[in-house]
Structures are given as C-alpha cells and as structure tokens.
C-alpha cells in the first residue's frame, strides 16, 4: 500500500467501510496491548518478586526501567511517524514491543527483566502515538471525533480488564503467560495494519531532536537511579549527573532547530498550569496503584486475581463515566473539575491508607477505590480538554504528547521516590518494611492530589474550554 503524502494525502476513510474497521481494529490493538500491559504489570509484581527473590528496588525499576524511556522518546515517537511514515513507524513499535515482552516473559533474573521492560518502553514510545496519529490522519475530518471516540473508549476496555486478564492468568500459571497474551494480540494488530491501513507522512515535518532525546533519557534514568538508590556516592554521582543532563536538556530545548518539547508553549499559564497539575496529580495515581495493588497481595493475602477484581470498579468508573465527565468540564470549565476532582481522590487515598491485615473488602477497601476512582473519572478528560484549548489547533498534537510525557515523568519520580520516603526500604523483600511504610505512602500521595486541586484552583482559567485555543 503506498505512502500518502503532500497533496497526495487526503483524509478520506468513512466510518462503516472496511478500511475503516480494520484500521480501528489496528489501532486498538496496539495501543490496547501497552494500556493491558500497564495494568498487568502492576499485579505481577508480588508474583515476580516471589519467584525471582526480588527486592522492593528490583520492582520499583521493573516499573521505572519502562517509563524512563516511554518518557524521554514518546514525542520523539510521534515526530519520527511524521517524517517516514505513521503506519511504517506504528509498525516497528509494535514489533519491538512485542519482541521485548517475550524476553520479559522469559527473562531468567531482575536484570533481564528490566533490561526488557525499558526496551518495552522504547516500542511503546513509537506505537502509542503512531495509533492516535494514524487515525487523525487517514479519517475524514467529519468522522475524526468519532473515530478517536472509538479508539479512546475501546482501548479504555483493555485497561477496565487488564487486572481481571492478569490475575486469571498469574494464578493459573505465572506472572509470564501474562507478558506473552501479547504476541497474538500483537500478530493481529500487525497483519491488519500491514494488510489494511494506509502509511501517511507529512513532507513538512521537522528533524528530530535526537539530542534532547538522548539527554532526557539519559538524565531521566540517573535521577531515577539516585531516587531509588539514594544512599551512599554513587546515588550522588548519578543525581547530580542527571540534574546536569536535564539543564542541558532545556538547554537544548531553548536553542536547538527542531525541539521536542518546545519552551514557548509554556508562556502559557492554562498550559503551564494544566502541565503541574498533571505532575502531581499523576504521580500520587502512580505510586498509590503500585503500592495498594502490593499491598492487597503481601499484606491482606489477597491472590493476584482477586487484587485485580478488587480494583476494578477504580476502571469501570473511567470507562463509564468519563465521557459525561467531559460534557461537565465543557459546560463548567475545566477549573471546578480539576479542583474538586483530586480532592475527591484525596479522601479515597486516606481511606486506602488504612488497609492492613484484617481489613474486609466492603467495608475498607471497595470505599476507598470507589472514591479515588470517581475523582480520577472527575478530572482526567477535563483536564486533557484544558491541555488542548490552552494552545492554538495547529500544535494540539505536540501539547498533548508533552501533557502525556508529563504524566509519565510523574509517575516515573513518585515511584522512585515516594516508597523511600515514607520508609520502605529498597532492599526489603515486601516485608515488614512494606507494611510500616505503606500508610505513610499513600498518605504522601494524597498530599500531592491536594496539591494539584490547589494547583488547577490557582492557575487553571474557569471559563469552558473549548478545542479552538486559550
């Protein structure tokens, strides 16, 4: 199938024609395959540190090892879509991610498992905005909305059943069939994509920023490793050898031709403000996700099938109840939602902070996850409205995939530094350590959705956000 480009490139594929379905059908799935991921990984990770005999650092970087590089290429990914081609390029990080899981699936040590979840991350970093821009690009703009309505509904489906798929499938036979449910799905979005969707590219497109992806990366994993080490010179060394990579970083941002994160966007205060929201909105959802899903494991006993079911009204709210979320943020504006949103999360986490051993479902956990889950529903589509009415149509795109980079950086930092805060110590083996540590955890992590709501209160502009610009 040829490559569309220039004026040769029309957005003409229709609802209800076969092209149609078999893109969505591509899309879906592969962008499906790392939201499923996500959520399986989390309620793995009891499972691996059992049969690998690994440490609470050994876990925080099975997670972390992931978002460094998801983090530090995913504008990148998307740029790379644009200059040789959205379905080539969505293609690649649908095979590197699947080639990666199946070495997760078979990694004999930590090591390996890392090793792969970061190579996971880079395939991630092509295949989740290369899903998004193939859809933007190939459907009629009379059928745009509703075709990423679509995509954004059904790949919510894979997140909504990640923890039921993951739990089934660890206790029937071990946290590693769960990395390798990716190959079929991956075969099928690979062959209708190869089969069925067009490749389309965009000739005024810029360079690439490989120099700002480089240092990001790089700087990224040093702070990481500092943050979950954090004793003795080497944590130093690596802190301030990230700090240093990260200036340069901006550095390059300020003076470099094609920059992937470009600085003028944040002249605005709604972009600006929405973007530190997100940080701390996001990183409390991260580290409080890791620690309850171990927490229902480790310490109330819980299989890893039923710590997925025991979250999973958290997903069923998003999935039923984050569209009318969006029509209130539209009619309200987003800066009610996004004050009152992460409050109500903020009690959730509270409640949540209490579970230890002997506490019953009904009465201490199913409360709290219902509660946090209905002020994640609350604010997560107004604030991704408040993210693109904060800029002109034209750059929609490079400020959602910032707003999305944003939301990884801040899980990627809570985690690593939010456990030992609290005192749970790197090299416990999901102990005692855990158990001290993890009320005080979560307790930090509802600290953080106070101060996003404080945030989006302070910086956030009222009026409707609208799609056509600040």
Aim: proline share 4%.
């Amino acid at each position: 199938m040829p490559v569309r480009t220039g004026a040769d490139q029309t957005s003409e594929i229709r609802l209800g024609t076969p092209v149609a379905r078999w893109t969505l059908v591509a899309t879906i799935l592969g962008s499906g395959i790392v939201f499923l991921d996500g959520t399986i990984v989390n309620v793995a990770l009891p499972s691996i540190s059992k049969d690998m005999s690994a440490d609470f650092k050994a876990l925080q970087w099975v997670l972390n090892g992931y978002m460094v590089t998801l983090t530090a290429l995913l504008l990148v990914g998307g740029g790379l879509g644009d200059r040789l081609g959205r379905r080539k390029v969505f293609v690649w990080g649908l095979a590197g991610f699947t080639a990666a899981s199946v070495v997760c699936g078979i990694a004999p040590t930590p090591g390996v498992l890392i090793a792969a979840r970061a190579a996971q991350g880079i395939g991630g970093a092509l295949l989740v905005p290369g899903s998004l821009a193939i859809i933007g690009s190939v459907f009629h703009p009379d059928d745009r909305g509703r075709a990423i309505g679509l995509w954004s509904g059904l790949a919510g489906v894979a997140t909504s059943i990640g923890p039921f798929v993951a739990g089934w499938l660890i206790d029937l036979a071990s946290w590693r069939a769960a990395f390798f449910l990716n190959v079929p799905l991956a075969i099928c979005a690979g062959w209708a994509a190869v089969k069925h969707v067009p490749d389309t590219k965009s000739p005024q497109s810029g360079g690439l920023d490989i120099a700002g992806a480089m240092t990001a990366t790089a700087g990224l994993a040093a702070i990481s490793y500092a943050a979950i080490d954090h004793s003795g010179i080497d944590a130093v060394v690596a802190g301030v050898v990230g700090s240093v990579l990260i200036i340069a970083f901006v550095i390059i941002q300020h003076r470099g031709k094609y920059p992937m994160m470009p600085l003028t966007l944040f002249r605005s205060a709604q972009f600006s403000g929405t973007n530190l929201a997100t940080l701390a909105i996001y990183g409390a959802l991260a580290v409080s996700m890791f620690l309850i899903t171990l927490q229902l494991q480790v310490t109330l006993n819980y299989s890893a099938l039923e710590a997925g079911a025991a979250l999973a009204p958290f997903s069923a709210l998003l999935l039923l109840f984050s569209a009318r979320a969006g029509d209130l943020g539209q009619r309200l504006g987003p800066r009610i939602p996004l004050t009152v949103g992460p409050a109500i999360s903020a009690i959730g986490l509270i409640m949540l902070a209490s579970l230890s051993k002997g506490s019953g479902y009904l009465g201490s956990v199913l409360p709290g996850v219902v509660i946090f889950g209905a002020g994640m529903t609350l604010l997560i589509a107004p604030l991704t409205a408040a993210v693109l009415a904060s800029v002109d149509d034209s750059r929609s795109g490079i400020a959602s995939g910032i707003n999305n980079a944003a939301s990884r950086l801040a899980g990627l930092l809570a985690v690593a530094i939010i456990p030992a805060a609290a005192g749970i110590s790197a090299s416990d083996t999901l102990g005692e350590d855990l158990k001290a540590g993890y009320r005080g955890a979560m307790i930090i992590s509802a600290g953080l959705m106070i101060v996003g709501s404080v945030i989006a209160f302070g910086l956030v502009r009222s009026r409707p956000a609208t799609l056509n610009g600040a």
